[in-house]
């Protein structure tokens, strides 16, 4: 398990709540040199414990990510979970195959983005989905996978309403009773290496339930409580930072709840987080889970001051053949007229011949290892006629993948396509976080506000790309073993 601890630029220290802000994260493994993380920066998701499409090599190899969230429900067909049997000081990094020098791990039950309808939550459980349907996860059980598994970072469990609104004052008060005891659970008793503990905000769609739920969290608790969780003084004592999960967030202010009507959903967000962190101290992270759009990430820096963003998105886009190629602020070159994509949609066809690389010629270098290969650091010869070539002084460095080689993969179903995808996204987004911090650290946040709603303008937030490349995903999906006149047929894709 990783120390872990948070600060904020002094540039952003002793400003108003929820503006725009720089901060660090410090974490280190045991006598691991310690790797900081910038804010606001982006942690990626994972499918059973893997970032989807990478080999542990290609993870190792990739800059880009550093924080890696693990949604432990995917483990629970096993009893006990494969991943709790693990030993050692960092069993989940271990059996994961992540490295305690340069990645940090955080678990959750649920995974953030799924809002399917799902058999409600008990008193004390969490109705989790695995391969092999729902399961009940207790407080009991979350403890002990914990402790087992020693992530970096957990998150309490949380009472989230995911069934469709609108919700009774009833359920909302039961919601926040549950999660409000859920974390006590997850914090008592405080041993000598306390857990890094995340707690949900809860309230669902209530502006005046998230002020009471947070509200809660900073009065003292007494009696059999304070006994429990003790020498902390009130529940926020023991938490490290705060987590809003926007896909049920953004399922609860449905048409049906008066509370959205006549306003667009992203303002009402913004609105729904300021009134969880109102109440609370400013010096804890602030993490949002699935954000849609890069739109929504600036909306919710700017509007909220959100440190960690996940990378659901961006990984989606890879799986859907899309190679991303915005940059922010947009080029100055910026018309009024047809939104830009933001992405490449790499199955349509007007790629077949194009080999450049996803970054384009025109633009910055990017240090994908899609667009920039390391170069091998052996080879293998297959005869003596080979050596000379691959030794001599004159071996050229690797060339980038290009679009026509990705285009080519993608209709021949080849899993190296999202492999080369995922890696180029995670760089594209790890540089348009790279690009927000340059700009909120010149200081002048008038730009960054600027710059932000130019970006709105001129890129596409309906992701018109993204549904064109699902349907042709799709098609190629379907024409699967079908043979390759099939396959190549022109109205085919
Ligand atoms: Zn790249």
């Known amino acids: 398990m990783a120390s872990i601890s948070f600060s904020l630029a002094s540039s952003s220290a002793n400003k108003s709540k929820f503006t725009p802000r720089l901060g660090q994260l410090t974490f280190r493994h045991g006598q691991s040199p310690s790797q900081t993380l910038d804010t606001p920066g982006f942690l990626a998701t994972t499918s059973r414990g ?67 309808e799902i058999p409600p939550n008990g008193k004390d459980f969490v109705s989790a989905r695995c391969v092999q349907g729902v399961r009940k996860v207790t407080v009991q059980d979350w403890k002990s996978y914990a402790a ?32 409000c005891a ?9 041993s000598s290496a306390p857990p890094n503990v995340f707690v949900h905000l809860a309230g669902g769609s209530s502006v005046p339930a998230r002020q009471t739920f947070s509200r809660t969290l900073t009065e003292k608790v007494y009696g059999k409580e304070a006994e429990l969780v003790h020498p902390l003084e009130c529940l926020d004592d023991g938490v490290s930072g705060y987590v809003f999960d926007l896909a049920p967030m953004r399922a609860q202010i449905g048409a049906s709840d008066p509370y959205a009507q006549g306003k667009r959903t992203g303002e009402a967000v913004i609105e729904l987080i300021q009134a969880s962190l109102d109440p609370l101290p400013d010096n804890k992270i602030r993490l949002a889970n699935s954000a849609a759009t890069p739109h929504e ?106 679009r026509a080689y990705i285009h080519h993969l993608l209709h021949t179903h080849e899993m190296s396509a999202h492999t080369l995808l995922v890696l180029h996204n995670l760089a594209v987004l790890d540089q348009f976080f790279t690009d927000i911090r340059r700009m909120l650290g010149g200081g002048d946040e008038q730009q960054f506000h600027r710059a932000a709603e130019s970006f709105c303008q001129y890129y596409d937030e309906d992701l018109a790309v993204f549904q064109e490349a699902t349907i042709m995903w799709d098609m190629v999906d379907k024409a699967r073993g079908k043979g390759r006149l099939m396959r190549d047929k022109p109205d085919d894709v």
Not at 91 to 105: M, N, Q, R
Not at 150 to 171: E, G, L, N, V
Not at 182 to 190: E, G, K, Q, R
Request: net charge negative; glycine share 6%.
């Open 297 to 402: 990430v600036l909306r919710l820096t700017a509007g909220v001051g959100i440190d960690i963003f996940d990378s659901h998105w961006a990984q989606k886009a890879a799986n859907i053949g899309i190679g991303l190629n915005f940059t922010f602020p947009p080029p100055s070159t910026a018309t009024a007229g047809k939104r830009q994509d933001l992405g490449l949609n790499l199955y349509n066809n007007t790629y077949t011949h194009d080999f450049s690389t996803l970054s384009g010629e025109d633009s910055p270098h990017c240090p994908c290892l899609t667009c920039s290969p390391a170069p091998a650091s052996s080879f293998i010869a297959h005869a003596t006629l080979d050596e000379p070539t691959f030794a001599g002084p004159d071996f050229p460095a690797p060339k980038g993948f290009s």
């Open 182 to 190: 859920w974390l006590l659970d997850i914090l008592a008793p405080v």
């Open 148 to 179: 087992a598994c020693k992530p970096d970072i957990i998150f309490a469990m949380s009472d989230t309403m995911i069934s469709a609104p609108p919700y009774s004052q009833k359920r909302i008060t039961k919601s926040i009773e549950r999660s």
């Open 50 to 116: 893997v970032v989807s499409h990478l080999s542990r090599d290609h993870l190792h190899n990739t800059a880009s990510v550093q924080w890696i969230h693990v949604p432990f429900e995917s483990f629970l067909e096993n009893k006990p979970p494969v991943l709790t049997r693990s030993t050692g000081p960092n069993p989940a990094h271990s059996f994961l195959g992540f490295s305690t020098e340069k990645h940090l791990v955080s678990l959750s039950v649920r995974d953030p983005s799924d809002c399917a």
